[in-house]
């Protein structure tokens, strides 16, 4: 059968998609997608639905489903914002909704014969399926979920501070015969599919495509105020997946496949240039050029970056000097860093922590007020307590503080944090913790974290045959033959899973006292979330005190209770603010301007008045 709308066709015989003519590329599982939303136009179809259609008896996380849909809406033209093909039904599904004709090919002359209802008078073309016209380009806010393939509209030129990761990938027979153009394609299509997965993920654009890499921006057009740990995160899962890549390509056809990645953190000007289908938005200046030269600094699968770009994501990554290099164009020597891995901190707080904390300001209500809920729990009431506070307003520090009040006690303690990297990764929070929990390492084997498993699922009281298969899923740990798999529905397999990670936090609540923290719930994913509202009703009967971390936006999914506590975080006072900078400058006297400034620049605010008055202290000493 041939689906056609606008200027699309769509050939479920043949498999393929083609817009004028010409073929798009889509994976399978997209290809299948598409089919049964077309299938059912403009009919709502469920989230269950389409995972019953797409990973039958699987268990897949929320993302998988999210990246399919954002593939699809890619090789239509739509867009996550307009939906004119497919349209978003908040938080259960999606509906087909753009007019669709059905033809059947006809067998004797390979010509399509029209047998329902033909198209609208006005086809509806790439351009009106993305909400824009010829003559006036729609300007539509920017998407995270797009970022990797939108194309933003600059009015004039505009002056940012972009993080730039320049990727070359280097592609090789381990025969002696040299490459045909035809397998260099394939490979390269394979490249861009993992590439493109994670780049979208974390927030990069893909400025330029070349004939052995590309170039991605971290600070345009959307703007995060970790855009170089982004970059960096990008890079590192780049280098991981191709390793996975080539490893697959040699066993396949004999090739071998490694990237090179240089970052450099800088000033540049976004400007439009060139006409028509050539218009393009480079940012210009030396940025670009400097991190392809570190790229052709870099050895096979690493990652190398500048020293702007260290200074933006130094604690958050190990990375090792390899030197000063004399860069193309530039007069002085430059030293370059190799990054290996993530560090373990997962915050600026735990960054601040190796170089000493900030004595602590005020709070002395809050902190008192966490030390009652703390008793109450230990008693058997268990206690929710909501810290709510815009960014830098010392959320993560009021729980540090409150940790180092019970850290002589005999209690369990469990830290998660939610991601905005991982926001349609299921359970991301969960996952970390019970690896934490497992005491998995780096070097570890399948069978070793498997007995790991099963050693603590055993001092828990649980029945491993039915609960390992359960942990091992969520973990994405290879099971023995001993473990028959499990058939279950995927929702059914989400909800046992829920209730398995339910069931281990409340018998761990019951040998001793927990104390569960879990931070940026503004970030929380959609699976996480259910847990915590099972969680929640458990909370009054268990020894267990919950602290969750917010910002203001984030909207409350729960109603109040007896048993939760919202703590709203303000500024600090006139008076906190003069005592934080004469700890912060250790006691020495600032000229009377300065003080006055800061107060009136940093408005209370503790991140800006520690990271302000430091600053004045370096370029000024007292």
Not at 6 to 22: H, I, N
Not at 243 to 260: I, K, M, P, Y
Not at 474 to 503: I, V
Not at 562 to 576: C, D, E, K, N, V
Request: aromatic content about 8%.
């Amino acid at each position: 059968m041939i689906y056609v709308f606008g200027a699309y066709e769509f050939d479920t015989g043949r498999r393929v998609l083609r817009l004028a003519g010409t073929s798009v590329d889509l994976e399978p599982k997209v290809f299948d997608l598409l089919t049964y939303l077309i299938q059912h136009p403009d009919q709502f179809v469920s989230r269950e639905t389409l995972y019953a259609q797409l990973w039958p008896q699987q268990f897949v996380s929320d993302a998988a489903l999210t990246y399919c849909i954002a593939e699809a809406r890619k090789a239509v033209g739509d867009s996550g914002r307009a939906q004119r093909v497919i349209k978003t039904v908040h938080g259960r599904g999606y509906r087909f909704i753009a007019p669709v004709a059905e033809y059947l090919p006809d067998s004797v002359s390979g010509e399509a014969a029209i047998i329902l209802p033909p198209l609208p008078t006005t086809a509806l073309t790439p351009a009106a399926m993305t909400g824009q016209s010829a003559s006036a380009p729609s300007l539509q806010p920017s998407d995270a979920t797009e970022s990797a393939w939108s194309v933003p509209v600059t009015l004039g030129a505009e002056r940012r501070q972009l993080t730039v990761l320049w990727c070359r990938g280097v592609a090789a027979s381990v025969h002696s015969r040299p490459l045909d153009p035809e397998e260099l394609h394939q490979v390269m299509q394979d490249v861009q599919r993992v590439c493109d997965q994670v780049i979208q993920r974390f927030g990069g654009w893909i400025a330029q495509h070349f004939g052995d890499g590309f170039v991605v921006y971290f600070g345009y057009p959307s703007a995060h105020e970790d855009n170089a740990r982004r970059a960096v995160h990008t890079a590192l899962e780049i280098v991981g997946g191709m390793a996975r890549l080539s490893q697959e390509l040699q066993r396949q056809s004999g090739v071998e496949f490694t990237v090179h990645v240089g970052i450099h953190t800088g000033t540049v000007v976004i400007s439009a240039i060139g006409s028509g289908g050539r218009r393009g938005q480079p940012a210009l200046g030396k940025t670009p050029h400097i991190a392809a030269q570190l790229a052709s600094l870099a050895a096979p699968n690493t990652v190398v970056v500048s020293p702007a770009t260290l200074q933006l994501i130094e604690g958050y990554f190990v990375c090792r000097a390899l030197g000063a290099h004399i860069l193309d164009n530039a007069s002085e020597s430059l030293v370059v860093y190799q990054v290996h891995q993530e560090s373990d901190a997962q915050s600026r707080l735990d960054v601040a922590l190796a170089a000493g904390l900030t004595p602590f300001v005020g709070r002395e209500h809050e902190v008192e007020l966490l030390r009652e809920r703390w008793a109450q729990s230990k008693a058997g009431r268990g206690q929710v307590v909501l810290l709510s506070g815009e960014a830098g307003i010392g959320k993560s520090r009021l729980v540090q503080v409150f940790r180092e009040y019970i850290a002589g006690e005999p209690y369990t303690r469990l830290e998660g944090r939610c991601s905005p990297y991982a926001q349609q990764s299921a359970l991301y929070p969960v996952i970390e913790q019970v690896q934490r929990w497992l005491q998995w390492r780096g070097d570890d084997t399948p069978q070793v974290k498997l007995r790991k498993l099963e050693e603590a699922l055993e001092a828990s009281g649980f029945a491993l045959e039915e609960e390992v298969p359960l942990f091992a899923a969520l973990c994405s740990l290879p099971l023995s033959d001993r473990y028959p798999p499990l058939n279950l529905t995927p929702q059914r397999h989400k909800q046992q899973t829920l209730a398995a990670a339910l069931a281990w936090l409340l018998k761990e609540a019951e040998r001793q006292p927990v104390c569960l923290v879990l931070e940026d719930l503004h970030w929380v994913d959609p699976s996480t979330l259910e847990l915590l509202n099972l969680l929640i009703d458990q909370i009054p009967l268990a020894r267990l005190l919950v602290i969750f971390t917010c910002r203001p936006e984030f909207p409350l999914p729960w109603a109040v209770r007896s048993h939760m506590t919202h703590i709203a975080l303000g500024r600090l006072t006139l008076i906190q603010t003069e005592r934080m900078i004469e700890r912060v400058t250790v006691g020495k006297a600032l000229p009377a301007e300065v003080q006055a400034q800061l107060l009136e620049k940093t408005n209370g605010m503790p991140l800006f008045v520690e990271e302000l008055t430091k600053m004045v202290v370096e370029l000024a000493p007292v």
